[in-house]
């Protein structure tokens, strides 16, 4: 076989190894597959590349919207019209096509020239390409496919939280505007004993110390009711941000009541063995020292001999005189000289990267095991609590209730215990749905604990949009 026919051959069995192509659906298919089983209840598609796609996807949005609007129904919005997610999608397509670039072998060079003297012309012809490119082709093809893999990891760990913040803006909003129903009531209460006081007072049967008194307690109900309409009204806000929703979009009407509290709570028993093994972002630490790992053994290499160069040479020279003809054929190697750099540096760093990303993967682990832990313990704590206000709290206020309104019918009450009765009757189921409203957000930190990744700061369990206080009798 002649040196022509055998660059030929290599070439073509270059130009085969180089192909490749890039992910049709921008690797949303992935991610899907990744984030499954970590979103809830929910198996909810991703935005679609496709415009039909995607208009049949805003005609799903609308129908959801047009029935009071419930959290699997959000999160399904949320994942498939929210604009921050849809970039991130779009950077995961762009790292598929730079993976693509980068395991495409490099064009091969083609020079041309024609050199004239008195006696001859002569005309070259050289064909090159990097040698190197080829030879570590394997390589990198597995190392590109390592890191599209963590990226990849990383965009489904943007989904999973992305779902979770969804949720947890849902049960904000939905406890915030029952909470605000409460203060109406409370409200109304307050607003009822003020009028009573001042006809009272006008009629001489009261003292304008305790009209003022009511006054008080009014006043404070009003600007209890002011802060808990506020709060619903950035919850929802906080809640149209997470679905991507606008204008009459926004409209919508939120589910009346949050989810009733669960019969048993999760076990304790093997959450840190989950964690570890489900975690998203455990993974993604594990595929990156991988990643690193097996780059370390070509990073002196390539170094060193990152320019080795084959090149292809036919040269043909005519007399001008005779009109003979000798061609030259061959080939050469362009080889480095490593006199400067001899790849020490680059090793370093391959090793320290390596190091670095080990210990990033203990550090990741060490705190899924704590965070697990911590959401747990919050999960279970809030269980109890809010368990505590519907067996216990609000039942017993509504007992205090009816018997001072059967002391007030057989005239043992004033009307103004009564009143004061019912306010607190009332902040007492207002404080009831903020402990169910408190576990279902550590339910939502739990999960994303044990599935997904960092749940960030756990919510605290007193943490309320409206402060609160109970308004004291007469």
């Given at each position: 076989m002649s040196a022509l026919h055998r660059l030929s051959l290599l070439g073509a069995v270059a130009v085969l190894a180089g192909c490749a192509s890039v992910s049709p659906d921008g690797l949303r298919g992935e991610v899907a597959a990744l984030t499954a089983g970590r979103t809830g209840n929910v198996q909810a598609a991703l935005p679609a590349t496709d415009p039909a796609a995607r208009a049949q996807a805003q005609q799903s949005i609308n129908g959801w919207l047009a029935q009071p609007l419930t959290q699997d129904a959000a999160v399904r919005i949320a994942?498939?019209?929210?604009?921050?997610?849809?970039?991130?999608?779009?950077?995961?397509?762009?790292?598929?096509?730079?993976?693509v670039q980068a395991i495409t072998l490099s064009n091969p060079h083609l020079a041309l020239g024609r050199f004239t003297d008195s006696h001859e012309r002569e005309i070259e012809r050289t064909l090159a390409f990097s040698l190197l490119d080829l030879i570590t082709l394997p390589w990198r093809t597995a190392r590109q496919a390592e890191r599209l893999q963590i990226a990849t990891l990383q965009t489904a760990q943007e989904v999973v939280t992305l779902a979770a913040d969804t949720r947890r803006a849902w049960l904000r909003a939905v406890a915030a505007e029952q909470v605000a129903a409460a203060h109406e009531r409370m409200a109304e209460a307050a607003e009822a004993g003020a009028e009573l006081a001042r006809r009272m007072v006008r009629v001489g049967n009261w003292s304008r110390l305790q009209q003022a008194r009511e006054?008080?307690?009014?006043?404070?109900?009003?600007?209890?009711?002011?802060?808990?309409?506020?709060?619903?009204?950035?919850?929802?806000?906080?809640?149209?941000?997470?679905?991507?929703?606008w204008g009459v979009q926004a409209q919508y009407r939120l589910a009346e009541q949050l989810p009733p509290l669960p019969a048993s709570a999760l076990p304790a028993d093997g959450i840190e063995a989950t964690a570890l093994r489900e975690r998203l972002d455990v993974q993604a630490a594990r595929r990156q020292l991988d990643t690193q790992a097996t780059r370390q053994g070509w990073s002196r290499a390539g170094a060193v001999f990152g320019d080795i160069g084959l090149a292809?040479?036919?040269?043909?020279?005519?007399?001008?005189?005779?009109?003979?003809?000798?061609?030259?054929?061959?080939?050469?190697?362009?080889?480095?000289?490593?006199?400067?750099?001899?790849?020490?540096?680059?090793?370093?760093?391959?090793?320290?990267?390596?190091?670095?990303?080990?210990?990033?993967?203990?550090?990741?682990?060490?705190?899924?095991?704590?965070?697990?832990?911590?959401?747990?313990?919050?999960?279970?704590?809030?269980?109890?609590?809010?368990?505590?206000?519907?067996?216990?709290?609000?039942?017993?206020?509504?007992?205090?209730?009816?018997?001072?309104?059967?002391?007030?019918?057989?005239?043992?009450?004033?009307?103004?215990?009564?009143?004061?009765?019912?306010?607190?009757s009332t902040q007492a189921v207002a404080g009831a749905i903020e402990a169910q409203r408190d576990?279902?957000?550590?339910?939502?930190?739990?999960?994303?604990?044990?599935?997904?990744?960092?749940?960030?700061?756990?919510?605290?369990?007193?943490?309320?949009?409206?402060?609160?206080?109970?308004?004291?009798?007469h």
């Amino acid at each position: 076989m002649s040196a022509l026919h055998r660059l030929s051959l290599l070439g073509a069995v270059a130009v085969l190894a180089g192909c490749a192509s890039v992910s049709p659906d921008g690797l949303r298919g992935e991610v899907a597959a990744l984030t499954a089983g970590r979103t809830g209840n929910v198996q909810a598609a991703l935005p679609a590349t496709d415009p039909a796609a995607r208009a049949q996807a805003q005609q799903s949005i609308n129908g959801w919207l047009a029935q009071p609007l419930t959290q699997d129904a959000a999160v399904r919005i949320a994942l498939l019209n929210n604009p921050g997610l849809q970039a991130r999608l779009a950077a995961l397509g762009v790292a598929d096509a730079e993976r693509v670039q980068a395991i495409t072998l490099s064009n091969p060079h083609l020079a041309l020239g024609r050199f004239t003297d008195s006696h001859e012309r002569e005309i070259e012809r050289t064909l090159a390409f990097s040698l190197l490119d080829l030879i570590t082709l394997p390589w990198r093809t597995a190392r590109q496919a390592e890191r599209l893999q963590i990226a990849t990891l990383q965009t489904a760990q943007e989904v999973v939280t992305l779902a979770a913040d969804t949720r947890r803006a849902w049960l904000r909003a939905v406890a915030a505007e029952q909470v605000a129903a409460a203060h109406e009531r409370m409200a109304e209460a307050a607003e009822a004993g003020a009028e009573l006081a001042r006809r009272m007072v006008r009629v001489g049967n009261w003292s304008r110390l305790q009209q003022a008194r009511e006054q008080a307690v009014l006043q404070q109900a009003s600007a209890q009711l002011a802060r808990a309409r506020l709060a619903a009204a950035n919850e929802r806000e906080q809640l149209h941000r997470r679905m991507g929703l606008w204008g009459v979009q926004a409209q919508y009407r939120l589910a009346e009541q949050l989810p009733p509290l669960p019969a048993s709570a999760l076990p304790a028993d093997g959450i840190e063995a989950t964690a570890l093994r489900e975690r998203l972002d455990v993974q993604a630490a594990r595929r990156q020292l991988d990643t690193q790992a097996t780059r370390q053994g070509w990073s002196r290499a390539g170094a060193v001999f990152g320019d080795i160069g084959l090149a292809y040479s036919r040269n043909t020279s005519t007399d001008r005189e005779t009109g003979s003809s000798d061609v030259k054929r061959g080939w050469e190697i362009d080889l480095p000289l490593p006199l400067f750099d001899w790849g020490g540096a680059a090793r370093t760093r391959a090793q320290a990267e390596v190091e670095q990303s080990a210990a990033q993967l203990q550090d990741t682990a060490v705190r899924a095991r704590s965070e697990v832990r911590a959401a747990w313990l919050t999960y279970r704590t809030a269980l109890d609590l809010a368990r505590q206000q519907q067996a216990e709290v609000v039942p017993l206020r509504q007992f205090i209730t009816q018997e001072t309104t059967l002391r007030y019918n057989g005239m043992l009450a004033s009307v103004w215990e009564l009143l004061a009765e019912a306010r607190a009757s009332t902040q007492a189921v207002a404080g009831a749905i903020e402990a169910q409203r408190d576990f279902w957000l550590a339910e939502t930190d739990l999960q994303l604990a044990l599935t997904g990744t960092s749940p960030g700061a756990l919510q605290g369990l007193t943490s309320g949009a409206v402060a609160t206080s109970t308004p004291q009798g007469h």
